[in-house]
């Protein structure tokens, strides 16, 4: 007498390309939600503060004003730029200030509202985007400064302008998705949260934010090594009308963030109801 065989299988089984398709349709839902939270943080954060959205370009300033007052003083000697310092350093350290928040996004978006994530239950994607909604503001802050900078030293752009909001938002993108892909170990370990922040100290002073790539030496050597320096030096050559020079960069890093978008989007709709779990 021969007996029925049957297998029986997990019955939670993934399929990869749904959980992107599902990831997607998260952000696309849950946009009115992240909209309306991104107006209660952005009221709460002004309302008792005079100066408003000053502080948000108030780093910036204060920061490229040091540097500008180090190098005027000859406190420290600076290889020429191929535009006014001022104008030079307010957009590196703009640049690298872009980079930090675009890092940061996502677990900060997430730790500032945990109250939310582990009571209501909504797609998590709407934490992304609330965090992009903020940063986006704060970022035409910052750009308005530059124009400001840019007009007052008579620089005029040329066509090579074209390229920066593109590569901009290639690289916004990019840092984003590496944001989103260390959160889950940021929001397990507090370590991470606190090493991101020396780490892209100790990179700012090999990448040519507040000075010029030298001709020659170790430091030349070391700026070539680091995949930031291209980012800085493009993005600063297209607003100041300066030709971009690594346009072969510009492809592989396009389509490493299409990898690596895409991983993001499972990696983050898997393991957010895992942490929500974990921080109830």
Not at 52 to 72: E, T
Request: aromatic share 14%; with cysteine.
């Amino acid at each position: 007498m021969n007996l029925e065989k049957r297998i029986y299988t997990s019955s939670n089984s993934y399929s990869f390309w749904k959980i992107v398709k599902d990831s997607l349709k998260g952000y696309r839902t849950s946009f009115y939600l992240a909209k309306q939270l991104a107006k209660r943080d952005i009221k709460s954060q002004y309302r008792q503060s005079f100066l408003g959205f000053f502080w948000a370009i108030a780093p910036l300033l204060f920061n490229s004003m040091v540097w500008i007052f180090l190098q005027r003083t000859g406190t420290i000697q600076l290889t020429e730029t191929n535009v006014p310092y001022p104008v030079f350093v307010l957009i590196g350290t703009t640049l690298w200030s872009i980079i930090g928040e675009c890092i940061n996004l996502t677990m900060q978006s997430v730790n500032s509202n945990r109250g939310i994530v582990t009571k209501i239950n909504f797609d998590k994607e709407a934490l992304i985007t609330l965090g992009l909604i903020k940063f986006f503001l704060n970022f035409s802050l910052k750009l308005s400064l530059i124009t400001l900078f840019l007009v007052y030293f008579q620089i005029v752009p040329s066509l090579q302008i074209l390229f920066f909001i593109p590569l901009l938002l290639l690289s916004v993108v990019f840092f984003i998705i590496i944001g989103v892909l260390i959160t889950p170990l940021g929001l397990l370990y507090n370590d991470i949260s606190r090493l991101i922040p020396i780490s892209l100290q100790v990179l700012m002073y090999i990448t040519p934010v507040v000075y010029s790539m030298p001709a020659k030496g170790l430091m030349r050597e070391l700026m070539l090594l680091n995949p930031l320096s291209y980012i800085i030096t493009d993005l600063r050559n297209s607003l100041t009308g300066f030709a971009i020079e690594n346009p072969v960069f510009w492809i592989g890093l396009l389509i490493t963030t299409v990898v690596l978008g895409i991983l993001a989007l499972a990696v983050y709709r898997v393991s957010m109801p895992i942490l929500t779990e974990r921080m109830s």
